[in-house]
């Protein structure tokens, strides 16, 4: 699984000296880092890697036969790079629509030895990427041959990837359920898929099994509850039909999935969980916030 490779992957690199991992693909989009901080959703917009190394690699695209797209240390570097501490950037190939950013601030340079590990890790998370993407990933795929199966899949593999919430649009029994079960399972988050099934929750309950209760907060509420949100801390929660869910109460849910912070009902103190958000709807929800019966920010 994806997840578990990027943490493989992680892990070696640290052992090298590298201060900064990330993964983009072709079109410059940043899909995953660990290590040092950075900013922006692009190569284009980011900061806090060399941006010059980055876009190098995309415009020369294909790599050279040593399987190496760019690689530079202390004395080549630009400034912009220097002024972050780096002193050696590799960037290479991860399979056929990625690439591998890492740099270090230790190391004057790379040596062959770094390289090559950092090639081979390219290349294993560009493998185990690509192999999903052509249909013989993990049991359970999308199966087809068609332009329409390869894109689905596609899209999966690219937000397993990513760690930002997901919105499944489409009618009901294309197979929304189906592709947030893959995308959760490709991404190897080591919590529970939770799905929340929200047209079969009673309006007045919605609060209650989302975020949960704590001892008190009403007439039998003996002891605290947790809600499916901290039931699925470090997984995914699925929010079937998202639409569904009270207009009172998507203020609540959209300041939990930018922060990760909730209050149970009936509690005083925040409670926090690290939970990816896959949500899906049958309805068009543009029509529904011009109705007014859905939040245009979330």
């Known amino acids: 699984m994806i997840e578990s490779i990027k943490n493989k992957v992680w892990d070696i690199l640290k052992g090298k000296e590298v201060s900064l991992a990330m993964l983009f693909d072709r079109d410059g989009h940043i899909l995953w880092h660990r290590g040092r901080e950075i900013k922006g959703p692009s190569v ?16 020369q ?59 081979a890790m390219g290349a294993m998370l560009g493998e185990t990427i690509d192999r999903f993407k052509a249909g013989s990933g993990p049991a359970g795929n999308i199966a087809g041959v068609s332009l329409a199966a390869q894109n689905v899949r596609n899209l999966v593999a690219k937000y397993a990837l990513e760690e930002e919430p997901v919105l499944l649009l489409g009618e009901t029994g294309v197979g929304k359920n189906h592709v947030a079960e893959l995308i959760h399972r490709l991404s190897g988050r080591v919590g529970p898929l939770v799905v929340v099934h929200t047209p079969n929750i009673p309006a007045d309950l919605f609060e209650n099994e989302l975020f949960g209760h704590a001892r008190g907060a009403y007439t039998h509420a003996e002891e605290r509850k947790k809600g499916l949100l901290e039931e699925a801390d470090k997984g995914t929660v699925f929010l079937d039909e998202i639409a569904e869910i009270p207009l009172a109460l998507q203020s609540k849910l959209l300041r939990f999935i930018e922060s990760g912070r909730f209050r149970v009902l009936g509690g005083v103190e925040e409670v926090g969980a690290e939970v990816r958000v896959i949500a899906a709807s049958n309805r068009d929800l543009a029509a529904e916030v011009k109705r007014g019966g859905f939040r245009k920010d979330l």
């Open 61 to 119: 695209g294909a790599a050279r036969e040593d399987g190496v797209a760019i690689t530079r240390s202390v004395s080549d570097l630009p400034d912009s790079a220097r002024l972050l501490y780096v002193k050696n950037v590799m960037v290479v190939p991860a399979g056929n629509s990625f690439f591998l950013y890492v740099d270090g601030g230790v190391k004057e340079g790379f040596s062959p030895g770094d390289a090559e590990v950092i090639s």
């Open 44 to 59: 284009a917009a980011g900061r806090g890697f060399s941006k010059s190394c980055a876009e190098a690699a995309l415009k």
